[in-house]
């Protein structure tokens, strides 16, 4: 199997694909074209990114691939829609990071409270404001809102209990169970969280759903000169809104993330927001930890890994969570070979789509039940033919209940 890695990862990663006998092409700076031409030309089957754009262009010059893996957690560089039509998976690392990126939203929420960059450039340039800076409000007792409870949320609450912080939440999965568990409280809505918290940190991945979720019905709800975080992506907030919150509500706040991020390493980048005296900004360096690199890069590597030996792909994103399937036709018949097959063929004749199928071998080899979950329901004349069929033994048609289409969601960091 052939894997490019077209971002910067771990060695070790790169050593463990190639004991696991794969072809590893590694080209850190390859964009847009020339990654187009390179999965052409050298038949690529596994492509690994991190922050590199994969468009549907790139894909339908790589006949060869069938996995994507970003290696991170969010997918928003890639164009997962268009995979999902092609039948390429795409596959994340959800969670390795969490505990680099809370460690970074935490040092926002100090750099914010304490104006601790503010601090460093004026003492850099010989100018000593004790007064200026003595009036922090401090975190032991504050509550911290979070939005998003998924993986970097659980390990934020962590993090602030050590800080001697209440944590309030809203997630759209959260049980009173879990929240007693975690040590939370559960509020109804984001605008409850901002309203009821000292600090709010937003971690949730970045989709249409998403994309402006924090907004100012948000903002405005939050207290006066609280302090708002973001670490998970910048289209996720208003900037305009969070912008017009710092000037006229006096909020602080601490971004890893902007709208319209430069993809060049090194580059001219002074959007209004950062400008700010009360906005902290570091450049999108939450996961950029050697541990976190470590455990994402070895995670991308068991993904690949269980793609090559199994056909499986763990943490895989873009697969229907529903089926169109209405019924299940359950297939006893001895393990030859052209059986399935054949079962097949009289359901193509009967224009019956086949949704998805699984074959069980009894012990000894001899028999197997397949169950084959169809859409519609085959005629007495269709299910006769398949009795029929050389080496079948039974067969049974059950009705099922195709899976409810999913609600719009807000996906969780």
Known sequence: MRVLIADKLPESSHMELRAAGCEVLYEPDLKGDALGEMLSSKGVEVLVVRSTKVTADIMNAAPALGLIVRAGA?????????????????????????QAVAELAFGLILSADRQIPNNVRDMRAGKWRKKHYSKARGLHGRTLGLI???????????RARAFGMKVVAWSRSLTAEQAHALGVEALESPVEVASRSDVVSVHVALTDATRGFVGRSVLEAMRPEAIFINTSRGPVVDETA???????????CGLDVFCNEPSAKECDFAPALAQHEMCFGTHHIGASTLQAQEAVANEAARII????????????VNLSPASAASHTL???HHD????????????RAAEINVQEMENTIFKGGLAAVARIRIEGCPCDGTLDKIRNAPHVLAINCLQTHPASGANPEVPEQ
């Not at 998003?148 to 390990?155: F, K, S, Y």
């Open 74 to 98: 969010g997918v928003n560089t890639i164009d997962v829609a268009h995979a999902a039509s092609s039948g390429i998976y795409v596959a994340n690392c959800p969670g390795k990071n969490a």
């Open 305 to 316: 890994k269980a793609y090559k030996t199994l056909g499986e792909v763990p943490s895989c």
């Open 330 to 332: 359950v297939v006893r």
């Open 336 to 347: 030859q070979v052209g059986v399935l097959a054949e079962v097949l063929q009289v359901l």
């Open 148 to 158: 998003g409870l998924g993986n970097i949320g659980q390990a934020m609450v962590v």
């Open 242 to 252: 969070l912008l017009e919150a710092m000037e006229h509500r006096g909020l602080r």
